[in-house]
Protein backbone atom coordinates (compact mmCIF):
# COMPACT_ATOMS: atom_id res chain seq x y z
CA UNK A 1 0.00 0.00 0.00
CA UNK A 2 2.68 2.47 1.38
CA UNK A 3 4.38 1.79 -2.36
CA UNK A 4 1.18 2.54 -4.20
CA UNK A 5 0.36 5.79 -2.56
CA UNK A 6 4.35 7.08 -2.88
CA UNK A 7 3.44 6.23 -6.96
CA UNK A 8 0.78 8.52 -6.55
CA UNK A 9 2.57 10.92 -5.33
CA UNK A 10 5.17 11.44 -7.73
CA UNK A 11 3.40 11.15 -10.42
CA UNK A 12 3.78 14.91 -12.48
CA UNK A 13 1.22 17.30 -12.55
CA UNK A 14 1.05 20.60 -14.12
CA UNK A 15 1.56 23.43 -10.99
CA UNK A 16 2.16 26.08 -12.93
CA UNK A 17 1.30 27.62 -16.27
CA UNK A 18 3.38 30.87 -17.89
CA UNK A 19 2.93 33.20 -20.26
CA UNK A 20 5.03 36.42 -21.58
CA UNK A 21 2.45 38.40 -23.21
CA UNK A 22 5.43 40.81 -24.28
CA UNK A 23 8.99 38.86 -25.46
CA UNK A 24 11.01 39.59 -22.61
CA UNK A 25 9.39 41.21 -19.97
CA UNK A 26 8.15 39.46 -16.48
CA UNK A 27 5.70 36.47 -17.16
CA UNK A 28 1.89 36.08 -15.86
CA UNK A 29 0.85 33.37 -14.15
CA UNK A 30 -2.78 31.55 -15.13
CA UNK A 31 -4.96 28.46 -13.71
CA UNK A 32 -6.14 28.04 -17.11
CA UNK A 33 -4.84 27.88 -20.80
CA UNK A 34 -5.12 27.96 -24.22
CA UNK A 35 -3.20 25.68 -26.03
CA UNK A 36 -2.92 26.73 -30.15
CA UNK A 37 -0.39 25.31 -32.57
CA UNK A 38 1.89 28.58 -32.08
CA UNK A 39 1.79 28.56 -28.38
CA UNK A 40 0.21 29.46 -25.15
CA UNK A 41 -2.90 32.06 -26.14
CA UNK A 42 -1.22 35.37 -25.24
CA UNK A 43 2.71 34.09 -25.04
CA UNK A 44 5.06 35.88 -26.53
CA UNK A 45 2.74 37.77 -29.51
CA UNK A 46 3.99 41.12 -29.26
CA UNK A 47 8.17 41.81 -28.85
CA UNK A 48 9.95 45.09 -28.84
CA UNK A 49 12.27 45.73 -32.35
CA UNK A 50 15.23 48.19 -33.31
CA UNK A 51 13.38 50.33 -35.97
CA UNK A 52 15.26 48.09 -38.53
CA UNK A 53 12.95 45.24 -37.31
CA UNK A 54 15.36 43.42 -35.18
CA UNK A 55 14.44 41.63 -31.82
CA UNK A 56 15.71 43.62 -28.90
CA UNK A 57 15.65 41.62 -25.68
CA UNK A 58 16.38 41.37 -22.11
CA UNK A 59 19.62 39.81 -22.89
CA UNK A 60 21.13 43.24 -23.45
CA UNK A 61 18.56 45.15 -22.12
CA UNK A 62 18.24 43.33 -18.62
CA UNK A 63 15.46 46.58 -17.53
CA UNK A 64 12.88 44.41 -19.31
CA UNK A 65 12.22 42.04 -17.09
CA UNK A 66 10.73 44.63 -14.82
CA UNK A 67 8.03 45.05 -17.11
CA UNK A 68 4.90 43.54 -16.21
CA UNK A 69 1.53 43.07 -18.08
CA UNK A 70 -2.31 43.07 -16.73
CA UNK A 71 -4.11 40.97 -19.80
CA UNK A 72 -7.84 42.36 -19.75
CA UNK A 73 -10.21 41.66 -22.86
CA UNK A 74 -9.54 43.60 -24.86
CA UNK A 75 -5.79 44.94 -24.77
CA UNK A 76 -3.17 45.05 -22.50
CA UNK A 77 -1.84 46.88 -19.67
CA UNK A 78 1.90 47.48 -19.35
CA UNK A 79 3.87 48.02 -15.49
CA UNK A 80 7.36 49.65 -15.28
CA UNK A 81 8.59 51.45 -12.38
CA UNK A 82 8.47 55.25 -12.76
CA UNK A 83 6.71 55.50 -16.08
CA UNK A 84 2.87 55.85 -16.32
CA UNK A 85 1.30 52.59 -17.65
CA UNK A 86 1.06 51.66 -20.81
CA UNK A 87 -2.41 50.97 -22.02
CA UNK A 88 -3.70 49.72 -25.41
CA UNK A 89 -6.54 48.37 -26.99
CA UNK A 90 -6.27 45.51 -29.56
CA UNK A 91 -8.52 47.57 -31.94
CA UNK A 92 -6.02 50.07 -31.43
CA UNK A 93 -3.36 48.30 -33.13
CA UNK A 94 -1.87 50.10 -36.58
CA UNK A 95 -1.62 47.06 -38.01
CA UNK A 96 0.69 48.15 -40.99
CA UNK A 97 2.98 45.19 -41.89
CA UNK A 98 6.87 45.43 -40.28
CA UNK A 99 9.98 43.30 -41.57
CA UNK A 100 11.35 41.73 -38.76
CA UNK A 101 14.03 38.99 -37.42
CA UNK A 102 14.04 36.62 -34.68
CA UNK A 103 17.66 34.61 -34.80
CA UNK A 104 17.12 33.59 -38.34
CA UNK A 105 14.14 34.01 -39.42
CA UNK A 106 12.75 37.20 -41.25
CA UNK A 107 9.02 37.26 -41.44
CA UNK A 108 5.87 39.75 -41.58
CA UNK A 109 4.83 41.58 -38.24
CA UNK A 110 2.35 44.33 -37.73
CA UNK A 111 3.18 47.74 -36.07
CA UNK A 112 0.76 48.71 -32.65
CA UNK A 113 1.01 52.33 -31.73
CA UNK A 114 2.71 55.36 -31.17
CA UNK A 115 2.63 55.48 -28.10
CA UNK A 116 3.59 52.05 -27.48
CA UNK A 117 6.91 52.32 -29.09
CA UNK A 118 7.76 56.25 -27.28
CA UNK A 119 7.03 53.99 -24.09
CA UNK A 120 9.49 51.59 -24.67
CA UNK A 121 12.09 53.85 -26.12
CA UNK A 122 12.01 55.56 -22.82
CA UNK A 123 12.62 52.55 -20.41
CA UNK A 124 15.32 50.93 -23.01
CA UNK A 125 17.07 54.56 -24.03
CA UNK A 126 16.94 53.87 -27.68
CA UNK A 127 14.52 54.23 -30.61
CA UNK A 128 12.56 50.93 -30.50
CA UNK A 129 8.87 49.42 -31.64
CA UNK A 130 6.53 47.57 -30.25
CA UNK A 131 5.39 44.74 -33.05
CA UNK A 132 2.81 42.61 -32.84
CA UNK A 133 2.96 38.55 -34.62
CA UNK A 134 -0.89 39.30 -35.62
CA UNK A 135 -3.26 36.91 -34.73
CA UNK A 136 -2.18 33.74 -36.78
CA UNK A 137 1.82 34.60 -36.71
CA UNK A 138 3.43 34.68 -40.38
CA UNK A 139 6.57 33.12 -38.36
CA UNK A 140 6.61 29.24 -40.17
CA UNK A 141 9.28 27.07 -38.80
CA UNK A 142 10.37 24.56 -41.83
CA UNK A 143 12.43 22.54 -38.97
CA UNK A 144 9.15 21.74 -37.01
CA UNK A 145 5.98 22.40 -39.71
CA UNK A 146 4.77 24.71 -37.29
CA UNK A 147 3.83 28.72 -37.04
CA UNK A 148 5.39 30.40 -33.49
CA UNK A 149 5.11 33.82 -31.91
CA UNK A 150 7.95 35.82 -31.20
CA UNK A 151 9.39 32.47 -28.94
CA UNK A 152 13.24 31.87 -29.54
CA UNK A 153 12.74 29.01 -31.57
CA UNK A 154 9.78 26.56 -30.25
CA UNK A 155 6.44 27.13 -29.31
CA UNK A 156 6.39 25.97 -25.95
CA UNK A 157 9.05 25.19 -22.57
CA UNK A 158 8.24 22.61 -19.90
CA UNK A 159 10.66 22.45 -16.71
CA UNK A 160 9.85 20.33 -13.39
CA UNK A 161 10.28 21.55 -10.24
CA UNK A 162 12.69 18.48 -9.29
CA UNK A 163 15.18 19.83 -11.97
CA UNK A 164 15.23 23.41 -10.24
CA UNK A 165 15.63 21.75 -6.58
CA UNK A 166 18.85 19.54 -8.02
CA UNK A 167 20.18 22.64 -9.39
CA UNK A 168 20.15 24.38 -6.11
CA UNK A 169 21.86 21.55 -4.67
CA UNK A 170 24.81 22.49 -6.86
CA UNK A 171 24.64 26.16 -7.45
CA UNK A 172 26.23 28.47 -4.84
CA UNK A 173 23.39 30.68 -5.59
CA UNK A 174 19.49 30.31 -5.08
CA UNK A 175 17.54 29.69 -8.28
CA UNK A 176 13.85 30.51 -9.06
CA UNK A 177 12.19 29.29 -12.07
CA UNK A 178 11.36 32.75 -13.30
CA UNK A 179 15.19 32.94 -14.38
CA UNK A 180 14.17 30.07 -16.65
CA UNK A 181 10.98 31.97 -18.65
CA UNK A 182 8.93 28.54 -18.99
CA UNK A 183 5.86 27.97 -19.69
CA UNK A 184 4.49 25.08 -18.22
CA UNK A 185 6.04 23.56 -14.39
CA UNK A 186 5.67 20.37 -13.31
CA UNK A 187 5.58 18.57 -10.20
CA UNK A 188 7.07 15.68 -9.33
CA UNK A 189 10.49 14.09 -7.40
CA UNK A 190 12.38 12.57 -10.28
CA UNK A 191 15.20 15.23 -11.07
CA UNK A 192 15.48 16.01 -15.56
CA UNK A 193 12.30 13.69 -15.51
CA UNK A 194 11.52 15.82 -18.67
CA UNK A 195 14.49 14.62 -20.79
CA UNK A 196 13.17 11.16 -20.71
CA UNK A 197 10.01 12.19 -22.56
CA UNK A 198 8.82 11.88 -26.10
CA UNK A 199 5.16 12.39 -26.29
CA UNK A 200 3.08 13.77 -23.41
CA UNK A 201 -0.89 14.78 -22.59
CA UNK A 202 -1.69 17.53 -20.02
CA UNK A 203 -5.63 17.67 -20.14
CA UNK A 204 -7.14 17.96 -23.93
CA UNK A 205 -3.37 18.20 -25.54
CA UNK A 206 -0.91 16.13 -26.71
CA UNK A 207 2.48 17.63 -26.98
CA UNK A 208 6.08 16.54 -28.75
CA UNK A 209 8.87 16.90 -26.97
CA UNK A 210 11.26 18.02 -29.62
CA UNK A 211 14.66 18.91 -28.12
CA UNK A 212 16.05 20.23 -24.66
CA UNK A 213 16.48 24.19 -24.41
CA UNK A 214 19.38 25.60 -24.94
CA UNK A 215 20.39 28.21 -22.26
CA UNK A 216 21.79 31.69 -22.16
CA UNK A 217 22.78 34.82 -20.34
CA UNK A 218 18.93 35.61 -19.95
CA UNK A 219 18.97 33.43 -17.20
CA UNK A 220 21.79 35.32 -14.96
CA UNK A 221 19.32 38.07 -14.83
CA UNK A 222 17.47 38.50 -11.63
CA UNK A 223 13.75 38.69 -12.54
CA UNK A 224 13.59 41.60 -9.24
CA UNK A 225 16.26 44.07 -9.74
CA UNK A 226 17.34 42.98 -13.44
CA UNK A 227 21.22 42.51 -12.37
CA UNK A 228 23.40 39.85 -14.35
CA UNK A 229 24.49 37.51 -11.26
CA UNK A 230 28.07 38.53 -11.09
CA UNK A 231 29.37 35.07 -11.20
CA UNK A 232 27.28 34.16 -14.32
CA UNK A 233 24.99 31.58 -12.12
CA UNK A 234 23.50 29.67 -12.68
CA UNK A 235 25.08 28.51 -16.28
CA UNK A 236 28.63 28.46 -14.15
CA UNK A 237 26.49 25.52 -12.40
CA UNK A 238 25.06 24.01 -15.34
CA UNK A 239 28.37 23.89 -16.92
CA UNK A 240 29.73 21.46 -14.70
CA UNK A 241 27.05 18.69 -15.53
CA UNK A 242 24.44 19.92 -18.15
CA UNK A 243 27.14 20.79 -20.69
CA UNK A 244 27.15 18.84 -24.35
CA UNK A 245 30.96 18.44 -25.77
CA UNK A 246 30.62 21.93 -27.84
CA UNK A 247 30.01 23.93 -24.11
CA UNK A 248 26.16 24.63 -24.59
CA UNK A 249 24.48 24.24 -21.83
CA UNK A 250 20.37 22.79 -21.90
CA UNK A 251 17.81 22.71 -18.54
CA UNK A 252 14.18 22.37 -19.94
CA UNK A 253 12.53 20.54 -22.76
CA UNK A 254 10.97 22.47 -26.14
CA UNK A 255 7.17 20.75 -26.93
CA UNK A 256 5.06 21.53 -30.03
CA UNK A 257 1.47 21.22 -29.61
CA UNK A 258 -0.01 17.92 -31.81
CA UNK A 259 -3.53 19.74 -31.28
CA UNK A 260 -5.11 22.66 -29.82
CA UNK A 261 -7.17 22.52 -26.61
CA UNK A 262 -7.26 23.68 -22.54
CA UNK A 263 -4.69 22.68 -20.29
CA UNK A 264 -4.98 23.71 -16.42
CA UNK A 265 -3.29 23.67 -13.27
CA UNK A 266 -3.48 20.41 -11.66
CA UNK A 267 -3.85 18.21 -14.67
CA UNK A 268 -1.47 14.89 -14.45
CA UNK A 269 1.00 14.41 -17.08
CA UNK A 270 0.03 11.30 -19.29
CA UNK A 271 3.62 10.03 -20.61
CA UNK A 272 2.71 8.60 -23.80
CA UNK A 273 6.29 7.73 -24.87
CA UNK A 274 9.39 7.88 -23.41
CA UNK A 275 13.04 8.18 -25.15
CA UNK A 276 16.87 7.90 -23.93
CA UNK A 277 17.29 10.67 -21.61
CA UNK A 278 20.41 13.08 -22.95
CA UNK A 279 23.71 12.27 -21.84
CA UNK A 280 25.65 15.22 -20.00
CA UNK A 281 28.98 14.98 -18.35
CA UNK A 282 29.16 15.35 -14.58
CA UNK A 283 32.10 16.70 -13.82
CA UNK A 284 33.41 19.82 -11.54
CA UNK A 285 35.17 22.08 -14.45
CA UNK A 286 37.66 24.39 -12.43
CA UNK A 287 37.26 26.75 -15.26
CA UNK A 288 33.76 26.42 -15.16
CA UNK A 289 33.26 27.38 -11.45
CA UNK A 290 35.89 30.13 -11.26
CA UNK A 291 34.48 32.74 -9.86
CA UNK A 292 34.22 35.61 -12.07
CA UNK A 293 33.37 38.76 -10.82
CA UNK A 294 32.82 41.26 -14.14
CA UNK A 295 29.59 42.07 -15.43
CA UNK A 296 29.02 39.77 -18.59
CA UNK A 297 27.31 42.80 -20.42
CA UNK A 298 28.71 45.76 -18.81
CA UNK A 299 32.50 45.64 -18.64
CA UNK A 300 34.16 48.37 -16.68
CA UNK A 301 37.43 49.81 -15.84
CA UNK A 302 38.93 52.08 -13.79
CA UNK A 303 40.36 54.35 -16.48
CA UNK A 304 38.08 56.52 -18.56
CA UNK A 305 36.87 54.64 -21.99
CA UNK A 306 38.87 55.79 -24.91
CA UNK A 307 37.55 55.89 -28.79
CA UNK A 308 38.95 53.40 -31.22
CA UNK A 309 38.51 51.79 -34.57
CA UNK A 310 37.50 48.31 -35.07
CA UNK A 311 37.14 46.43 -37.93
CA UNK A 312 34.67 43.43 -38.09
CA UNK A 313 35.09 41.27 -41.60
CA UNK A 314 36.20 44.63 -42.87
CA UNK A 315 33.48 46.74 -41.77
CA UNK A 316 35.15 50.13 -39.68
CA UNK A 317 32.89 52.08 -36.99
CA UNK A 318 33.45 53.68 -33.76
CA UNK A 319 34.53 51.82 -30.03
CA UNK A 320 35.16 52.41 -27.23
CA UNK A 321 37.52 50.64 -24.59
CA UNK A 322 34.35 49.88 -21.97
CA UNK A 323 32.23 47.50 -23.11
CA UNK A 324 32.46 43.80 -24.97
CA UNK A 325 32.96 43.54 -28.84
CA UNK A 326 29.52 42.17 -29.36
CA UNK A 327 27.47 44.59 -27.73
CA UNK A 328 29.81 47.13 -29.94
CA UNK A 329 29.23 45.46 -32.93
CA UNK A 330 25.59 44.89 -32.53
CA UNK A 331 25.16 48.94 -31.85
CA UNK A 332 27.18 49.26 -34.85
CA UNK A 333 24.33 47.18 -36.81
CA UNK A 334 26.81 44.33 -37.68
CA UNK A 335 26.27 40.77 -36.51
CA UNK A 336 28.32 38.26 -34.79
CA UNK A 337 27.00 34.82 -34.39
CA UNK A 338 26.21 34.32 -30.54
CA UNK A 339 23.99 32.30 -27.87
CA UNK A 340 24.90 31.99 -24.63
CA UNK A 341 26.47 35.67 -24.46
CA UNK A 342 28.09 34.34 -21.44
CA UNK A 343 31.36 33.03 -22.43
CA UNK A 344 30.38 29.26 -22.03
CA UNK A 345 29.51 27.51 -25.33
CA UNK A 346 32.27 29.28 -28.14
CA UNK A 347 29.35 30.35 -30.56
CA UNK A 348 30.86 33.96 -31.16
CA UNK A 349 34.37 32.83 -31.47
CA UNK A 350 36.22 35.04 -33.53
CA UNK A 351 39.84 35.46 -34.90
CA UNK A 352 41.45 38.88 -33.54
CA UNK A 353 43.70 40.03 -36.21
CA UNK A 354 45.76 42.81 -34.89
CA UNK A 355 45.07 44.97 -31.99
CA UNK A 356 45.05 43.82 -28.34
CA UNK A 357 41.46 42.81 -26.14
CA UNK A 358 40.84 42.07 -22.21
CA UNK A 359 39.59 38.29 -22.75
CA UNK A 360 38.29 37.30 -19.12
CA UNK A 361 38.67 33.11 -18.24
CA UNK A 362 36.00 31.29 -20.36
CA UNK A 363 35.30 27.43 -20.73
CA UNK A 364 34.96 27.97 -24.18
CA UNK A 365 38.70 29.44 -24.72
CA UNK A 366 40.84 26.74 -24.28
CA UNK A 367 44.97 27.22 -24.21
CA UNK A 368 45.12 26.28 -27.89
CA UNK A 369 42.07 28.69 -29.48
CA UNK A 370 44.05 31.58 -27.83
CA UNK A 371 47.24 30.64 -29.20
CA UNK A 372 45.30 30.42 -32.61
CA UNK A 373 44.05 33.81 -32.31
CA UNK A 374 40.95 33.62 -30.97
CA UNK A 375 38.82 35.71 -28.76
CA UNK A 376 35.37 35.28 -27.90
CA UNK A 377 32.92 38.44 -28.92
CA UNK A 378 30.84 38.48 -25.70
CA UNK A 379 33.05 38.64 -22.98
CA UNK A 380 36.19 40.36 -24.82
CA UNK A 381 36.63 44.24 -24.39
CA UNK A 382 38.55 45.86 -26.77
CA UNK A 383 41.88 47.93 -25.48
CA UNK A 384 42.82 49.35 -28.46
CA UNK A 385 41.83 49.46 -32.39
CA UNK A 386 41.43 46.29 -33.25
CA UNK A 387 40.83 43.94 -36.82
CA UNK A 388 39.13 40.93 -36.15
CA UNK A 389 37.19 38.19 -38.62
CA UNK A 390 34.74 35.70 -38.31
Not at 99 to 112: G, K
Not at 195 to 215: A, L
Not at 252 to 260: D, P, S, V
Request: negative net charge.
Amino acid sequence: MDAIVSQINSTPNLSNINVFPVKSIAGISLSTAQVEKQGLQCDRRFMVASLDGKMITARTHPQMVKIKAIIEPDGLILCYPGLIDLHFTFNELEMKEIDTTVWNDTFTAYSTTKEANQWFTSILGTEAQLLFSGEQSNRMREKIQTNVSFADGYPLLVISEASLTELNKRSSSHHTMAQFRTNLVVSGNEAFIEDSWKRIRIGEVEFEVVKPCQRCILTTVNPNTAQYHPNKEPLKTFSTFRADDSGNVYFGQNLIAKNEGTISVGDKIEVLETKEKEYYSDSISTVATQQVTVDPINVTEDTKSKEITISLNGNLFKGNTQDPLLNQAEAAGLSINNSCRAGLCGACRVTLESGEVEQEDSPALNQRLKDAGMILACCSVPKTDIEVVD
